[in-house]
């Protein structure tokens, strides 16, 4: 279950990360965000040089920076802004900063139990499950506009979806494993 939910979320973060790097008005900051996110992946899953608690804190920078960003822009309002950027630059920074939160907490427990196996998602508490699933609503909720509005807002879509579909393969093998118990 493990394994398949660790290539399930590698498809999404590379799913996102290209959606970020596609062609076309390219952001700084989603570039920088994509490629922590697929960088804390890669090496959570398989080197694991990092701690989790250190990608925590770089997801949760890129988060707040990409949310601070949408505050400014919901201030200032820019033409361009077109099929609810505001709304896709929430989840983006919500789906970083709940990554950050989940790797946190594998973090954690890998340094408390060191003979056992961690995963992804394997430390969720209670209280996280209703952040965790509202970050998951709100990603398919914007990637389901991005589809109704057609090609303008398909790069949006395509990071919340693979972003989605990430932040569920991390919180599964957690869900299952507190539906067993």
Same mark, same amino acid.
């Given at each position: %279950?493990?394994?398949?939910?660790?290539?399930? %979320?590698?498809?999404?973060?590379?799913? +996102?990360?290209?959606?970020?790097?596609?062609? &076309?008005?390219?952001?700084?900051?989603?570039?920088?965000?994509?490629?922590?996110?697929?960088?804390? %992946?890669?090496?959570?899953?398989?080197?694991?040089?990092?701690?989790? /608690?250190? #990608?925590?804190?770089?997801?949760?920078?890129?988060?707040?920076?990409?949310?601070?960003?949408?505050?400014? +822009?919901?201030?200032?309002?820019?033409?361009?802004?077109?099929?609810?950027?505001?709304?896709?630059?929430?989840?983006?920074?919500?789906? /970083?900063?709940?990554?950050? #939160?989940?790797?946190?907490?594998?973090?954690?427990?890998?340094?408390?139990?060191?003979?056992?196996?961690?995963?992804? &998602?394997?430390?969720?508490?209670?209280?996280? #499950?209703?952040?965790?699933?509202?970050?998951?609503?709100?990603?398919?909720?914007?990637?389901?506009?991005?589809?109704?509005?057609?090609?303008?807002?398909?790069?949006?879509?395509?990071?919340?979806?693979?972003?989605?579909?990430?932040?569920?393969? %991390?919180?599964?093998?957690?869900?299952?494993?507190?539906? &067993?118990?």
């Amino acid at each position: %279950m493990v394994e398949i939910a660790h290539g399930v %979320m590698l498809l999404g973060t590379l799913a +996102g990360t290209a959606a970020a790097l596609a062609p &076309g008005r390219v952001r700084a900051l989603d570039v920088v965000a994509a490629l922590v996110m697929a960088a804390a %992946m890669l090496d959570t899953v398989f080197t694991r040089l990092l701690p989790g /608690l250190a #990608w925590s804190a770089l997801l949760v920078a890129a988060g707040l920076a990409i949310g601070i960003r949408a505050r400014r +822009g919901i201030r200032r309002p820019d033409p361009s802004t077109r099929c609810g950027r505001p709304l896709a630059d929430l989840h983006h920074a919500l789906a /970083l900063i709940a990554t950050g #939160w989940l790797l946190a907490g594998v973090g954690a427990a890998a340094a408390t139990s060191a003979t056992s196996t961690v995963h992804h &998602g394997g430390t969720v508490l209670p209280f996280q #499950w209703p952040a965790v699933i509202a970050v998951i609503a709100l990603g398919a909720c914007v990637a389901t506009r991005a589809v109704r509005s057609g090609r303008v807002a398909l790069r949006h879509g395509a990071m919340a979806a693979g972003m989605t579909v990430m932040l569920a393969a %991390m919180a599964a093998p957690a869900a299952v494993a507190a539906l &067993g118990s």
